[in-house]
C-alpha cells in the first residue's frame, strides 16, 4: 500500500492543478444537490422492539391527528399571592394573551384552560395553563414566532401575572454557537507555532474546511431522503474537522521533514503520502469502523449519526492523500517560513532537521519517561483511576426542560407546573389500551383507573380516549414522583409487569407503557445490552487491524487497554461536571442533570476511533525505526523525536474544536459530547500515548514486537512503516528523482 500511496501522492502533486479542480468540481455538485434538497426531518428518538416504541407506533396509526408532526407548546400562568388565577381579572388577563397566540403567524389552536369541560387549572386555583399548536415543525421556529410569543406573555405580565412558556418557540431559533470558528482559531494558532510559516499553517486547516463542507453539504444533500437531522451534521462536523486538521498536518508535516532530509519536492510529497498516508489510512479505518459500528446498538438516530460522521472521515482520508499533496505543490518554497527559506535560498528548503546537535522536547520527554518506566506507568494509572471514579455513581437520562437553566422561561414554567400540579405532571405515563374487536375499550379504561386509584406514586388517571372505531384508548398516568426520578422508573416497571398481565387476562385489553420516562428506562436497557457486542464488535476489528499495521500481539493489546482507560477517565469527568456540577460554570452548565443515556457507548466509539489516531501516527515511527534495527529504548526516543512535537500539535487541535463547541453550544447534547471528547482527547493523547505507551514499550522491550511465526506468516504486509516502499525506491535508483530536482529548480518558486 506504500508503494501505491507514493506513486498517488506523486501524481496529484504533478497535476495538482487538475486535482484542485476536481475537488471544487465535486464541492459545487454536492453543493447543488444541497440547495435542491428538502427540508432536514426532525430528530427523532426511535427504539425498534421496544415497548415504548410499539405503544408510539399504535399512537402515530390509531391518532394520526395526534401525531407530533407539527410542534406544540404550553403557556403557563400563575395568579398573585393570595389570588386565585379564576377571578375575573385573572382570567381576563389570561384570555388577553391568548387572543393575541390565536392571531399569530403558524398558530392553528389555542386550548381555552377555563373550558367548564376540560379545565387546567391547579387543585389550589393559583396556576393553570394552555396548549398552543403550530402548522409547522420546530426546524421553522424563526424570531418573529418567538418574538410574538414573548409580546403576547407581556400583556398578561403587565396586568400582575406571573407567565412563563415551553416549546421550540419559547425557547427560540436554535443557535449551535460558534463552536467551528473558534476550533479554527485555535487550530490557525497551534499550526502557526508547529510550522513556523503562514501559508504551512493555512494548508491543514484550508483542505479540513472544504472536507468539512463537502461532508456537510453531502448530509444536507441527502437529508430528506435518508432523514439526516441537524443533530447528525453537527457531529460530524466536529469530528470532521478535527480529523481533517490532523491528517493533513501528519501529511504537510512528513513533507517538509523529507524535503529537509534532501528529496525533490515531488518526491517529499510522494514520500509523505507513502509514509504518513499510510497512517493516515489506518488511523482513518479505525475512526471508520468506530463510528459505523454504532448502527449495532439499533438505534436509527444513533446509526445515522455515526454513518454521517464515519463519511466525513473517508472524505478527510482521501483529501489527505489526494488534495493536500496538490496544495504542497501549489504553494511551492511557502510550505516553509522566510527565516526558513534564507538558510537556502536557492531551494528555500533549511539544511536539516536539527541545530546543533540538541534533542528536542519529545526526546528529552521520552528519555525521562524511559529513566523510570514503572514509576512513571503506576503513577499515571493511579491518576486515570482517580478521574473514573465517579462513573460508580453515573446516572443515565434523558434531558428534559428540568435541567434547562433558571433563568430561562421553559426551566420556569417547568418549576410552576411541578408545583402547581405536581412533579409528576411534566412527564406522565401515557398507557395504551389496545383492546381490538370485541374488547370494550372504554369499560377497560374505566377500570384501569379504578385499580390505579390508590396505588403508590400515583395521583391521577385521566380519561380515557379512544380512537374513531373504539379499538384502542389513551391512558395519561400521572406519577407523584418527577419524570427522572428512580421512583417513577420504578413504577414503570411494576405496571409492565404482573399489573399488566393481570389487567389483559380480567378485561383482554393490551396494556402497553409509554411517555418520558418509559422511554427513558427502554433507552437505557438498549444501551446497556448493546454495549457489550458493540466493544466486542468495534475493539475486536480494530485489535485486528492493529495487528496488521504493527505486526505485534502486546502493542495492540496495550493500545486497546489504553483506550478504555481514556473512556472511564473522560466518562468520570463528564459525570463530575454535569451530573455533580463540579467547574459546570465554566462551560455555562448551569443545572445539573443525569447523563444522557447514549453517552457512554457514543464515547466509546468516537473515542475509541480518535484513539488510535494517536496510536497509530505515534506507533508507526516507533515500528520504523525497529524495522530500521534500532535497539528497544532508542526506537522510543526516536519516534518521540521525529513525531512527538506534530502529534502534541494534532491533540491540542482536536481538544480545541470539540471544547469550542463543550463552550458555546447551547445544546446540552452537544455540550456533553464535546466536552467528554476533549477530555478523552486530553487524556489519550497526553497521558496514555506520551507517558503509558514509552512506559510500556521501555518495560517490555523487544517483546513488544512479537508475533507468532506462523500468525506472522498467514498475516498480509501492509506496510504502514514503509519497508517495501524503501525497497522500490533502490530498485528505481536516483534518476528520476535528479531529474525531477532539476525541473522544480527552474519552475517552481
Known amino acids: 500500500m506504500a508503494t501505491f500511496l507514493y506513486k498517488l501522492g506523486r501524481l496529484c502533486f504533478r497535476r495538482r492543478w487538475w486535482v484542485g479542480l476536481a475537488w471544487l468540481a465535486a464541492l459545487v455538485a454536492i453543493g447543488f444537490g444541497a440547495a435542491t434538497a428538502g427540508d432536514p426531518p426532525e430528530d427523532t428518538f426511535e427504539l425498534p422492539g421496544t415497548e415504548g416504541q410499539q405503544a408510539m407506533d399504535i399512537l402515530n396509526e390509531e391518532f394520526p391527528q395526534a401525531s407530533m408532526e407539527n410542534m406544540e407548546g404550553r403557556i403557563v400562568f400563575r395568579a398573585p399571592d393570595g389570588q386565585e388565577i379564576t377571578a375575573s381579572l385573572n382570567q381576563s388577563a389570561v384570555e388577553d394573551t391568548l387572543d393575541a397566540m390565536r392571531d399569530a403567524e403558524h398558530v392553528t389552536n389555542v386550548s381555552d384552560p377555563f373550558d367548564e369541560n376540560n379545565p387546567t387549572v391547579s387543585p389550589d386555583a393559583s396556576t393553570t395553563y394552555a396548549t398552543v399548536e403550530y402548522d409547522v415543525k420546530d426546524s421553522a421556529v424563526d424570531e418573529a414566532m418567538h418574538e410574538e410569543l414573548m409580546d403576547a406573555m407581556e400583556l398578561a405580565r403587565d396586568q ?107 518526491e517529499a510529497a510522494g514520500r509523505a503520502a507513502g509514509t504518513a498516508g499510510s497512517a493516515v489510512v489506518f488511523a482513518g479505518l479505525t475512526v471508520v469502523i ?11 438516530l444513533l446509526t445515522k449519526m455515526g454513518l454521517a460522521a464515519a463519511a466525513t472521515v473517508v472524505i478527510a482520508v482521501l483529501i489527505a492523500l489526494t488534495l493536500v499533496p496538490a496544495a504542497l505543490g501549489m504553494v511551492g518554497k511557502l510550505v516553509f517560513g522566510r527565516r526558513q527559506r534564507r538558510q537556502n535560498p536557492e531551494t528555500g528548503v533549511p539544511s ?57 422561561t421553559q426551566r420556569k414554567a417547568y418549576d410552576m407546573l411541578s408545583e402547581g400540579f405536581g ?6 405515563l401515557v398507557v395504551v389500551l389496545d383492546g381490538g374487536d370485541g374488547v370494550d375499550i372504554q369499560a377497560a379504561g374505566q377500570e384501569l383507573a379504578e385499580r390505579l386509584e390508590g396505588y403508590e406514586d400515583v395521583v391521577a388517571t385521566g380519561p380515557a380516549i379512544p380512537n374513531e372505531t373504539g ?49 427513558q428506562s427502554d433507552f437505557s436497557k438498549v444501551m446497556t445490552e448493546a454495549l457489550v457486542p458493540y466493544l466486542i464488535l468495534v475493539v475486536g476489528l480494530a ?19 489504553g483506550f478504555l482507560l481514556s473512556v472511564l477517565a473522560a466518562l468520570g469527568v463528564v459525570v463530575a461536571v454535569f451530573q455533580w456540577g463540579w467547574a459546570a460554570s465554566l462551560i455555562g452548565v448551569e443545572e445539573t442533570s443525569p447523563i444522557m443515556s447514549m453517552m457512554p457507548i457514543f464515547m466509546v466509539g468516537v473515542i475509541f476511533g480518535l484513539a488510535m489516531d494517536y496510536e497509530v501516527f505515534l506507533v508507526t515511527r516507533i515500528r520504523e525505526a525497529h524495522v530500521h534495527g534500532e535497539d528497544a529504548h532508542q526506537t522510543v526516543v526516536t519516534g518521540f523525536n521525529l513525531n512527538a512535537r506534530v502529534v502534541t500539535a494534532a491533540a491540542i487541535i482536536m481538544i ?18 464535546g466536552l467528554g471528547m476533549a477530555v478523552a482527547v486530553l487524556l489519550d493523547a497526553f497521558v496514555v500515548r506520551m507517558t503509558i505507551v514509552p512506559a510500556v514499550l521501555g518495560l517490555i522491550g523487544e517483546r513488544a514486537w512479537w508475533l507468532p511465526k506462523w500468525l506472522d506468516r498467514i498475516l498480509p504486509n501492509v506496510d504502514v512503516e514503509g519497508e517495501s516502499l524503501e525497497k522500490y525506491l533502490q530498485q528505481q535508483g536516483k534518476g528520476r528523482d535528479a531529474v525531477t530536482r532539476e525541473r522544480e529548480t527552474a519552475s517552481v518558486g
Open 352 to 408: 536539516a532537521l536539527q541545530k546543533n546537535g540538541k534533542e528536542n522536547m519529545g526526546s528529552r520527554w521520552a528519555r525521562a519517561v524511559l529513566r523510570r518506566p514503572g514509576v512513571v506507568l503506576v503513577t499515571a494509572i493511579l491518576g486515570m483511576g482517580v478521574l473514573a471514579v465517579p462513573v460508580a455513581s453515573m446516572e443515565l437520562g434523558l434531558p428534559d426542560d428540568g435541567v434547562q437553566p433558571e433563568d430561562t
Open 423 to 428: 412533579a409528576g405532571f411534566n412527564g406522565p
Open 471 to 519: 379499538t384502542v384508548a389513551t391512558v395519561s398516568v400521572f406519577p407523584e414522583s418527577g419524570p427522572s426520578s428512580q421512583e417513577t422508573t420504578d413504577l414503570v416497571a411494576d405496571l409492565r409487569g404482573d399489573f399488566a398481565d393481570d389487567f389483559e387476562e380480567a378485561t383482554g385489553a393490551h396494556m402497553l407503557i409509554s411517555g418520558q420516562t418509559a422511554i
Open 656 to 673: 480545541s474544536v470539540f471544547g469550542a463547541f463543550a463552550a458555546v453550544s447551547g445544546e446540552a447534547m452537544v455540550k456533553m459530547m
Open 160 to 266: 400582575g401575572l406571573t407567565v412563563e412558556a415551553s416549546g421550540s418557540v419559547a425557547m427560540g431559533p436554535m443557535e449551535m454557537g460558534g463552536g467551528e470558528m473558534i476550533g479554527v482559531l485555535v487550530a490557525a494558532i497551534v499550526l502557526f507555532i508547529t510550522f513556523g510559516a503562514l501559508v504551512a499553517a493555512g494548508l491543514p486547516l484550508l483542505t479540513a474546511l472544504i472536507g468539512v463542507a463537502a461532508g456537510s453539504l453531502g448530509i444536507a444533500a441527502l437529508s430528506a431522503t435518508l432523514g439526516l437531522s441537524e443533530m447528525t451534521g453537527i457531529l460530524a462536523t466536529m469530528i470532521g474537522l478535527a480529523v481533517g486538521i490532523d491528517y493533513a498536518l501528519f501529511i504537510v508535516s512528513r513533507y517538509r521533514a523529507e524535503l529537509m532530509a534532501g528529496h525533490s519536492r515531488e
Open 290 to 300: 468506530a463510528l459505523s459500528g454504532l448502527a449495532i446498538v439499533n438505534i436509527p
Open 543 to 561: 485489535f485486528v487491524l492493529l495487528i496488521l499495521v504493527f505486526r505485534s500481539i502486546l502493542v495492540p493489546l496495550k493500545a486497546a487497554l
